[in-house]
Each structure stands twice: as structure tokens, then as C-alpha cells.
């Protein structure tokens, strides 16, 4: 079980919303998500870590946006916040941009292997397998 004492030590990412590129937010949801699949604490704590270590301009925009739509740090779940994040933070054209780099990914002068890897970053934006992998695996 996941104690608030617990809480400093265990570091979870922090976010000030002021990112030189979009795959920072990105790489902060992601640090996230694999904290809470690192720790086992109750649900409903997953959101109440995340608000706690916002700093700057997304924790006053976290704020504004309970104050808008009327829910508190306790009501709100952690994927609920993910889609609010993700609104804000990492709108559609920054998915629609990365799918379309991976379409017009080219070898050009580049070695293979700096290929496979930018092919293998790329590839979780490609919408079509996303869905096909949800079907194959589930």
C-alpha cells in the first residue's frame, strides 16, 4: 500500500507546463503512467499525486479547469485528467503531425539503425496499427 509519508521519497515526475517541445508533455504522461504501475496505492490517489506535483503555469490551469467545471482534486480520476491533459497540452495536430513524420519517414543519408530507431518511435502514432494491436491483443 501506497502511504503519503511515502510520498517525497518516491519522486514521482513533476510538470511546469513550460516545454521547449511537445514530447515533453508527452514523456511526463509516460513517466507517470509507469510510476503508478510501479507503485500499488488506491485508484482514486492517482490523480491527487499528479495535482500535487504540478508547478507553474499547468498547476494554475489544473485549477481553472476545476474551478470551470466544477471538480474537485477528489473527484477527479486519473483518466479524466489524462483527456483534459491531453486536450491542452497535446492536441490533435501534434498526433496527426508525428503520424504524418511516420509516413514520410525516408532512409535517405541516415544508417540503418538511426532508421529502426526514429521508425520505432514514430510507429505508436500510426493510428490504424494502434487499433488493429487493440483487436489482435485483446
Known amino acids: 500500500m501506497y502511504l503519503p509519508y511515502d510520498f517525497k ?11 521547449k517541445k511537445l514530447e515533453d508533455e508527452e514523456a511526463w504522461l509516460l513517466g ?13 490517489m492517482n490523480s491527487k499525486i499528479v495535482i500535487f506535483n504540478l508547478k507553474g503555469k499547468v498547476d494554475i490551469w489544473c485549477e481553472d479547469v476545476k474551478c470551470v467545471t466544477g471538480i474537485t482534486t477528489k473527484e477527479l480520476i486519473w483518466h479524466e485528467f489524462k483527456r483534459l491533459f491531453r486536450k491542452k497540452y497535446l492536441p490533435k495536430r501534434y ?4 503520424s504524418k513524420e511516420s509516413y514520410e519517414l525516408k532512409m535517405g543519408s541516415i544508417t540503418n539503425e538511426k532508421y529502426m530507431i526514429m521508425f520505432i ?5 500510426v493510428s490504424y496499427l494502434k487499433d488493429e494491436n487493440k483487436m489482435t491483443i485483446g
Open 32 to 44: 507517470m503512467k509507469k510510476f503508478f504501475e510501479l507503485h500499488d496505492h488506491i485508484h482514486n
Open 121 to 125: 518511435e514514430l510507429l505508436r502514432y
Open 95 to 98: 498526433y496527426d503531425g508525428k
Open 9 to 19: 521519497k518516491a519522486r514521482p515526475p513533476t510538470f511546469d507546463g513550460d516545454v
